[in-house]
């Protein structure tokens, strides 16, 4: 008799490391197809529509990118502390806290001159996610406290917090109602690619990339973070300071998630309001893994999520309902979950007799 | 406040605990298998979006639970398959089960987005019972469900500490390697802890439809479902400590809307934020009095590999 059985590997396989995310993207396309074909819609021209809208012109190319900045942003955000096993889901409202310091400096200092006012935007907004990202570090670094959780729950007081500013003391008299902070001034506009909206925010996510490329890579503290997320006990047998690095990881991590949420404000909305990220922080949980938490892979992987978010409000004309591009999402990372056996064992037949 | 209205205040802890009720307790059994699921949230929508669409067709309100607890197994047998027959990471596959949870949820329920139901779990008031002062307007004036989650928590706490089957649970999620030496087939009980975890989460998703809210509308959850995995925290894993746990937080979320109505000067912006702050100290001072002993299963979020015993 025959039998399929999965055997240890002894090595890793290159080969299955980039096989099995292409072919889990691939098999989530059809797992949407088949919804959408139950759901009587046309699949294959749906997709079509979908490409045309990420890709069909320089237009829907740079639209691509503007999306792409703050997945990559906060996918490379979570990554860094997924290195540690930190789960770090809370990116979301780090944005959203980063976000709130960039118009609130705006607010108070609206008149310094343009680059000094965005370094400053830039720096806030650092500092705020960094500081939302520690309150839940430190509850983990000193007591253990489960970080998937509070990092989760504190997504939602973020953005409680701006909608109350936004419908309350920061609401602008002049938006007929709307729930809307003031418009920026001109000087706390991210440059942008004349004729698009791609702005500067671009270089500030390749830039964090390399630098996070290089921290990981060269220097102790990188080596650190990837021994401890492996093995904490192997980490502290060898004297590291477990409680400092959780401490820095969730305050890089929040931090990077914080400049996103400036990015977003500074170059896109030019205003605090509701809907700064269309869940750009829960996003990023996907991509960092499936670039598997490479800071370049996360670049590209970006640019491919930013093309389905991109394709996914095109076929809403369309009649397709935006939650298309959730499902796609849960699905690929279902499926790259699945493939990940592969790296880890092979598939032979036996015979038994 | 008055005697009556501190009546009123318990009578609504205990309906908005009851979404919680679910699914903490369909949580604190895949956990005490090993399986930690952080996908509640989106088995929670999935529930309550196919109750909701199957009443609605139907008109049978005891249909849409049953779809709802299907829905929600759907789902965790997803999960069930990643990380127990592949042995994949936990956090991701539940974090990924939310997404397309709440992905599917919104596109199942397009068209049925606030219709008004028909056929919604109406509250009864139980004869004698409820003519108890006191004691008969908070506890026996309620809908079918909120007894139905109590039963199903007695029901879950003593098939996990009183049956042989429970043992076994138990020690799949302590030490697998031991419940397999002694022939226990560890995939088998967690498979069905955690699907009986997924159909309970979904249940508490029909809730919010079909009785709290009723009506089904994107994100009706608001993140319960992640209170719920904070209140299996609470519970120390002990179904019966969840369902004090869950009327807790309920009281929470009833204190709110007191206070909102009672019209107090708050932004009600700040008072959404209670559930969510409170959720978060209450796991603090746990999990600073937490001892080992104390119940966390020890193979908590570990796959189970045979060669590596």
Known sequence: ??????????????????????????????????FLVLSGYDAAETYRRMIQGAFGSPYAISETIVKAIPLALTGLAVSVAFRMKLWNIGAEGQLYMGAFAAAGVVMFLGDWPSWLLLSVMLAAGFAAGAIWGLIPGALRAFWNVNETITTLLLNYVAIFWVSYLVFGPWKDPNAMGFPLAPRFPQAAYLPVIPGSRVHIGILVAVAVAVLLYIVMKYTRWG?????????????????????????????VSGGIAGMTGMIEVSGITHRLQQDISASYGYTGIIIAWLARLNPFTVLLVAFLFGALLVGGFGVQTYGIPYAIVLMLQGAVLFFLLAGDIMLKYRLTITRED | MDLNSIVALLAVAIVAGTPLLFAAVGEVMAERSGILNLGVEGMMLVGAVTGFIVTVTTENHWLGILAAAAGGAV???????????????????????????????????????????????????????????????????????????????????????????????????ENPAAADAVGISVSRVRYLATIIGGMMAGLGGAYLSLAYAPTWQESITAGRGWIAVALVIFALWNPLRAILGSYLFGGVEALTFRIQTAGFQISPFFLSMLPYLFTILVLVIVTIRLRQEAGVPAALGFPYDREER
Not at chain 2, 87 to 112: C, D, E
Not at chain 2, 125 to 132: A, E
Request: hydrophobic content about 55%; some cysteine.
């Open chain 1, 1 to 34: 008799m025959k039998r399929l059985r999965l055997v240890r590997r002894n090595n890793e396989s290159w080969l299955v490391k980039v096989a099995v995310p292409i072919l889990s993207i691939l098999l989530a396309i059809l797992v949407g197809w088949i």
């Open chain 1, 223 to 251: 080596y650190e973070v990837r021994v401890t997320g492996e093995s904490p006990e192997a980490a502290r047998y060898a004297g590291m300071n477990v409680v400092r690095n959780i401490l820095l990881v969730m305050l």
């Open chain 2, 75 to 173: 789902l965790a047998a997803i999960h069930a398959f990643i990380c127990i027959t592949l042995k994949g990471n936990q956090v991701v596959s539940g974090l990924a089960l939310t997404i397309f949870g709440t992905g599917t949820a919104s596109f199942l329920g397009k068209n049925y987005v606030g219709l008004p139901l028909t056929n919604r779990f109406n509250p009864i008031d139980i004869p004698v019972l409820g003519d108890i002062p006191v004691l008969g307007p908070i506890l026996f004036r309620h809908d079918a469900m909120v007894y139905l989650s109590i039963v199903l928590a007695l029901a879950l706490w003593y098939i996990m500490f009183r049956t042989s089957w429970g043992l076994s649970l138990r020690a799949v999620g």
